[in-house]
T-cell receptor, first 113, second 111 residues
Framework: GEQVEQLPSILRVQEGSSASINCSYE??????FPWYKQEPGENPKLIID?????ERKQIQELIVLLDKKAKRFSLHITDTQPGDSAMYFC????????????FGHGTILRVHP | EAAVTQSPRNKVAVTGGKVTLSCNQT?????MYWYRQDTGHGLRLIHY???????EKGDIPDGYKASRPSQENFSLILELATPSQTSVYFC??????????FGSGTRLLVI
């Protein structure tokens, strides 16, 4: 099945700087790549996603990049704020149109004032 | 408001006992999923379903069974609970991969 690697596992940044999380996948048939944010004690919530027909997508301070050739995708948070501190998961669809997602192991982001 | 509701929120079970985790969704989604979340492993798929009466094995199905008696309900069953099954379990529903809605989670402790 699909495998998703996510790095780093812990990321500490200063408020106002940028944070980047990188993921790689194995299945070239994967066509959907969402990112989830999880606050402590809460459930994961979708924050941004990208499909394989796009290379870049931006929603406010969130930017996702997709390199299909390299099978890599990344999340970039610009102008980080303390409220961005959370666990972040990347995911990839397990093949095309299966409805299944394979998740990375997660990145704990800490934004320091 | 459409939602995914899990019960119980917290559960303590004894080793060898039977545990049933329940999930109800009002999203009218065909697909439902059970994941477990463990530190260092992220979210791993246990079982999933494409509709009432169907269940499919996910990536880590051993020790778990699933039941989908209706469009709205999807249960995860641990027939003989073990301490290694201590985890946080999330149910999710979706029409496609992009419509995932997660429940609030069930924290299970097996002693």
């Amino acid at each position: 099945g699909e495998q998703v690697e996510q790095l780093p596992s812990i990321l500490r940044v200063q408020e106002g700087s940028s944070a980047s999380i990188n993921c790689s996948y194995e299945d070239s048939a994967s066509n959907y790549f969402p990112w989830y944010k999880q606050e402590p004690g809460e459930n994961p919530k979708l924050i941004i996603d990208i499909r394989s027909n796009m290379e870049r997508k931006q929603i406010q301070e969130l930017i996702v990049l997709l390199d299909k050739k390299a099978k890599r995708f990344s999340l970039h948070i610009t102008d980080t704020q303390p409220g961005d501190s959370a666990m972040y998961f990347c995911a990839a669809s397990a093949g095309a149109n299966t409805g299944k997602l394979t998740f990375g192991h997660g990145t704990i982001l800490r934004v320091h004032p | 408001e459409a939602a995914v509701t899990q019960s119980p929120r917290n559960k303590v079970a004894v080793t060898g006992g039977k545990v049933t985790l329940s999930c109800n969704q009002t999203n009218n989604h065909n697909n439902m999923y059970w994941y477990r979340q463990d530190t260092g492993h992220g979210l791993r798929l246990i079982h999933y379903s494409y509709g009432a009466g169907s269940t499919e094995k996910g990536d880590i199905p051993d020790g778990y069974k699933a039941s989908r008696p209706s469009q709205e309900n999807f249960s995860l069953i641990l027939e003989l609970a073990t301490p290694s099954q201590t985890s946080v379990y999330f149910c999710a529903s979706g029409f496609r991969d992009s419509d995932y809605t997660f429940g609030s989670g069930t924290r299970l402790l097996v002693i």
